[in-house]
């Protein structure tokens, strides 16, 4: 119920947050926790000094995936009902998977073996680890490239535009606009690279870590090692030493990288803001839409602004995740629990930032003609190249008589042609400054 629900992110931007419901809801919880201790009951089946579970079938491996397989909404459904009697969330999914396993012919009598010496954080820190991978790669990473994608062919559409820059806010020595935008690809291609290489850690052994329960009942068993072999099949690096819990120094580490992606982002938007405001790009007035309630000529930037405010929060979360998820009282408090289910919001506002970016960079064009005649009207900058050149065939205080010129003066591009007319240079190089003149 979109109109009722609490956060925005359920309710007015429930399409354009869809694409990671099925990693970060309630639902895809459960799911990844079901998948968890399925494949851990395999890998347990597998191992040869287990020898009071038999060695799988292949129709019964093939009834197990179908499990993770057909895992829907209605399944997820039943393993809440069963969370309303138990009031845990894993148990209730052991619970589940009791039934559904022991329905598998020649497997009831082994279904004492699922969830086998496991703490709760065992499967909750091993889905998650699972979630993340699957959101970055499916989702994340390749709205990270779209974006990447656009901004390089703006860079390379604009190549050749000169525009007036403003450092401090007042008019600077002139860039291009291509490679203004050029600077945003640059600095997100070092964090998509970054992304890319990051992996999520993998705790395991139970309620300490140090597999006591295991081997009490299997004391043979290299243990350490099929821990480490099983979070490994899961596509995360095994901690070798951890309390009850992961420390989430994974989540910390990718909680800054996704930070340092929405600042480079946010700093995008707030500068497409600023050359609108400047009349640098013109947006694309679309039939039907309104811009001001009451001021009929307005379209106002607001894909920029949405993203802007939605990076902001989706930082703001990520920041929190960063700074307590890391830190846990002695063996393990569960303070950790409930602000680790909120990661979906933060990956919610990114996403939701990302699109309204994107959406903002597809309705801009560059205006040639103010972006010509914000130069024209500031002739003053041409004041570093003329002080260079002047330097170059030794001219004495070539900086101070730029500065005597042209610091809080209004002049005006015949001023500057009738400064270079009268230097004491070859005629060649003033031929090439009044050149410049011709912005």
């Not at 148990?91 to 396993?101: N, Q, S």
């Not at 901004?151 to 401090?168: E, K, M, N, P, V």
């Not at 600023?274 to 009349?279: A, K, Q």
Request: net charge positive.
């Amino acid at each position: 119920m979109p109109m009722q629900s609490l956060s925005p992110l359920d309710g007015r931007y429930q399409k354009k947050t869809e694409a990671l419901r099925p990693f970060f809801s309630e639902e895809a919880l459960t799911r990844y926790r079901v998948r968890t201790e399925v494949r851990y009951f395999q890998a347990l089946a597998a191992e040869p000094g287990i020898r009071d579970l038999k060695k799988l079938t292949k129709a019964q491996q093939n009834a197990l995936e179908n499990i993770i397989s057909r895992f829907t909404l209605a399944e997820a459904k039943k393993v809440k009902a069963i969370e309303g009697k138990t009031n845990h969330d894993v148990k209730a999914v052991e619970y589940y998977l009791k039934e559904k396993v022991g329905s598998i012919s020649g497997v009831k009598k082994q279904t004492e073996f699922i969830h086998f010496g496991l703490t709760s954080e065992d499967v909750n820190n091993l889905s998650y680890g699972m979630m993340v991978h699957d959101a970055l790669r499916q989702v994340i990473l390749p709205e990270l490239k779209v974006i990447i994608g656009v901004l390089h062919g703006l860079a390379r559409r604009w190549s050749g535009i000169a525009l007036l820059s403003l450092t401090h806010g007042q008019p600077a020595t002139p860039t291009t606009l291509g490679k203004e935008m050029a600077v945003f690809v640059d600095r997100l291609r070092r964090q998509e690279e970054q992304l890319k290489n990051f992996t999520m850690q993998g705790k395991f052994g139970g309620a300490v870590a140090n597999y006591a329960a295991h081997k009490a009942a299997y004391p043979d068993v290299k243990w350490e090692k099929f821990g480490q072999k099983f979070v490994r099949s899961l596509g995360l690096h095994p901690l070798t030493n951890s309390t009850q819990i992961n420390p989430h120094d994974d989540l910390a580490e990718l909680s800054h990288i996704l930070s340092r992606i929405n600042a480079i982002l946010l700093d995008c938007s707030r500068d497409a803001w600023m050359y609108i405001s400047r009349g640098v790009f013109s947006q694309k007035v679309i039939a039907g839409e309104v811009g001001s309630s009451t001021m009929p000529h307005k379209v106002n930037p607001i894909d920029f602004e949405n993203a802007e405010g939605n990076f902001g929060l989706s930082t703001a979360l990520f920041g929190h995740l960063a700074e307590k998820l890391p830190v846990s009282r002695l063996q393990r408090d569960l303070s950790d629990s409930t602000v680790q289910r909120n990661i979906g919001s933060a990956f919610g506002y990114h996403l939701l930032a990302v699109k309204s970016l994107q959406k903002g960079l597809g309705k801009i064009s560059a205006n040639r003609e103010v972006i010509k005649q914000e130069l024209h009207a500031h002739p003053e900058v041409l004041a570093e190249p003329i002080q260079m050149v002047l330097r170059k065939h030794g001219v004495e205080g070539a900086y101070e008589k730029l500065k005597k010129l042209t610091r809080g003066e209004k002049v005006t591009l015949y001023d500057i042609v009738e400064f270079i007319e009268q230097l004491d240079i070859p005629k060649a190089e003033k031929q090439r400054l009044k050149k410049m003149c011709r912005m």
